[in-house]
């Protein structure tokens, strides 16, 4: 019913940016919160940030570097992401909630791959 895809990830070297995106497609009423989570391999899946309408939450590890922004005429959720660090490395999923005409559920991307590395 509601699909979300990302872009933009790649091979970056530290200090470098990237502007992940995620756009939604299909049966969408509204979209509430969306989302960027990140997974390292063995890893837990993370929390990168958030935002619900203006209101924006980064985790500690990002705050100052990142910025989450949404396009809602587009469905689509942006992450500039600045001074990049090997640390950053990992799976990058989007994440949105989405309010159909039946039903609120929070849907996921496939991810996308980020590489810090020199």
């Known amino acids: 019913q509601v699909?979300?895809?990302?872009?933009?990830?790649?091979?970056?070297?530290?200090?470098?940016?990237?502007r992940l995106?995620?756009?939604?497609?299909?049966?969408?009423?509204?979209?509430?919160s969306m989302g960027w989570y990140?997974?390292?391999?063995?890893?837990?899946?993370d929390l990168v940030a958030s935002i619900t309408n203006n209101s924006t939450n980064y985790s500690d590890s990002v705050k100052g570097r990142f910025t989450i922004s949404r396009d809602n005429?587009?469905?689509?959720?942006?992450l500039?992401?600045?001074s990049l660090k090997p640390?950053?490395?990992?799976?990058?999923?989007?994440?949105?909630t989405v309010r159909t005409t039946v039903s609120r559920y929070?849907?996921?991307g496939q991810g996308t791959q980020v590489y810090v590395s020199s």
């Not at 970056?12 to 940016?17: A, D, E, I, T």
């Not at 995106?21 to 509430?32: E, M, P, V």
């Not at 990140?38 to 899946?45: D, E, H, T, V, Y």
Request: hydrophobic letters at 30%; a positive charge; one cysteine or more.
């Open 73 to 78: 005429a587009k469905n689509t959720v942006l």
């Open 3 to 18: 699909h979300l895809v990302e872009s933009g990830g790649g091979l970056v070297h530290p200090g470098g940016s990237l």
């Open 106 to 108: 929070p849907y996921w």
């Open 38 to 45: 990140r997974q390292a391999p063995g890893k837990q899946r």
């Open 87 to 96: 640390e950053d490395t990992g799976r990058y999923y989007c994440t949105m």
């Open 21 to 32: 995106s995620c756009a939604a497609s299909g049966s969408i009423f509204r979209i509430d």
């Open 80 to 82: 500039q992401m600045n």
